[in-house]
């Protein structure tokens, strides 16, 4: 289980988290709901160690992450799918997959094969540079590049941002795979309410830097959701 705790994130003088403390646990969905610009990527930063905490704890299976450099991390089994996806874009595809083995030992540098189950595209482009890819196609990338990592927790943001329904179907049903497959924790941020229901166990919704409102995604208060999304 990933474990958040009193998290404070800070630019300069300004605070982007205040005391926030979530909990992902392994096997499960975990969603943060919010606007833009309430902290989320921040949260994020924090979580796989592109930003230092200014307070509070970070531990994944009992592991201390706080003061672990990214690399590390990702090395700890903390998979991470950037927001706006941050594919190289003149790397191939399977370039672009392949960066996902630097954390790896050397017997363990392959290409899952799920990768091309779940998104077969991949395969038909595996040749193709990273920026000729759609915005969809990136994104099916981006996922497959932290899934050669072999993660125990798949760290997403906001991974419909910009992308066609059809695709956000297909990434919707990659995630529950990977949830139910491997067991691994998946953590997500979003601002897209019906995505986050449809695939959550757990929501979380932030507002100015703070979780203002939390359950389980079955309960979760639609109305109380969609006041602190709109601005
Ligand atoms: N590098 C930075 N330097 C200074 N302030 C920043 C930086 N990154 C983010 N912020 C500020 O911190 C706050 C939280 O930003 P953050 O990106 O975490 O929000 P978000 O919920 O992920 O929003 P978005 O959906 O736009 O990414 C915002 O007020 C933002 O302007």
Redesign the pocket.
Known sequence: MLTVENVNLH?GA?Q?LRGVSINAEMGKITCVL?R???????LLRAVTGQHAVSAGTITFNGQKLNGMAPFNRARAGVGYVP?GREIFPLLTVRENLETGFAPLQRQDRKIPEDIFSLFPVLQTMLSRRGGDLSGGQQQQLAIGRAMVTRPKILVLD?PTEGIQPSIIKDIGRAIKYLRDSTGMAILLVE?YLDFCRELADHVYIMDRGEIVHEGAAETLDTAEARRHLTV
């Open positions: 630019y300004a982007a919010g833009n610009g309430v902290g989320k990527s921040s927001q906001e601002q």
